[in-house]
């Protein structure tokens, strides 16, 4: 298990992507997943990599029961904000649920209802939203009917 770590550890140095969203957040620098990729630039396919790999590492810190080392693992980057981990969507949903629950075993219950009600939020806008022609009523009544019961228990809360 500690290969695994010590790998993903590896990968953010050596891509130094910490260093690249520290300098997006004062405005250096604009990093996104599909920069690099013209004639003149090169790739960024190392940049990419280091990103995921600090959301692996917030997973794999989960799954071993330290917390506090996987949420300063996910410290540089914005959860509140779109980022690149949102474009794909499993690394959303795997990222919020990681972040949601190492919150609710640090007992911050106000961090995990928020980030539930984010992936509430996102299941029912674009999943079931979008493929609505493709499945059956049952689900999407569900799904409304989910996020509504969650609407209300996090306004009870807050």
Do not use: W
Not at 19 to 33: C, D, P, R, S, V
Request: aromatic share 14%; hydrophobic share 45%.
């Amino acid at each position: 298990m500690y290969g695994v770590l010590n790998f993903l550890q590896a990968l953010v140095e050596k891509s130094s992507i910490i260093q690249i969203l520290e300098q997006e957040k004062e405005g250096i620098e604009q990093f996104t997943a599909t920069d690099g990729y013209d004639y003149s630039g090169g790739s960024n396919v190392l940049k990419v990599l280091g990103y995921f790999s600090m959301v692996g590492l917030l997973r794999v810190h989960c799954l071993l029961g330290d917390y506090h080392t996987g949420l300063k693992c996910l410290l540089p980057i914005d959860i509140s904000q779109q980022g690149v981990y949102t474009s794909v969507i499993g690394s959303h949903i795997a990222t919020i649920y990681h972040y949601g629950f190492a919150n609710l075993m640090l007992r911050r219950y106000a961090l995990t209802i928020v980030f539930h009600q984010h992936i509430s939020v996102f299941f029912l806008h674009f999943l079931v939203l979008r493929l609505h022609p493709y499945i059956s009523l049952e689900l999407v009544y569900f799904a409304q009917a989910y996020h509504a019961s969650n609407s209300q228990v996090c306004m009870n809360y807050t």
